[in-house]
């Protein structure tokens, strides 16, 4: 799904030029160790709130909500996410693109 891929994406070589310029070795260390993902999208929300969340999924929700659905259960065996909470909905989905993005930029 490349639903907002793009703006994902740019939200992702933003936050890795902050890393670089912070510290190039613990960014570089992040990469070594296969966090670099976690850093990005699991220590920080994508969105926060819920209007913002609704207004980010617009009229997508219910796709984006099939893909978390379909990515946690073949993953997990379950799916977590609470559905029904936006902002949730819209982290988990950046999370889950933050994997593919960050594997096609940086080849972990």
């Known amino acids: 799904m490349n639903f907002k891929k793009d703006e994902v994406t740019k ?6 030029q902050e890393l670089k310029d912070y510290d190039v070795k613990a960014y570089n260390q992040l990469v070594r160790d296969g966090d670099l993902h976690n850093e990005i999208f699991n220590l920080n929300y994508y969105i926060i709130g819920t209007y913002e969340a609704k207004q980010w999924l617009s009229d997508k929700a219910f ?46």
Do not use: H, R, S, W
Request: glycine content about 6%; aromatic content about 14%; overall charge negative.
């Open 11 to 16: 939200y992702a070589l933003e936050k890795i």
């Open 63 to 108: 796709d984006v909500i099939d893909y978390i659905k379909e990515y946690e259960q073949d993953n997990f065996g379950e799916v977590t996410t609470d559905l029904g909470n936006p902002e949730a909905v819209v982290n988990m989905y950046a999370y889950i693109l933050g994997e593919e993005i960050l594997y096609e930029v940086v080849k972990q």
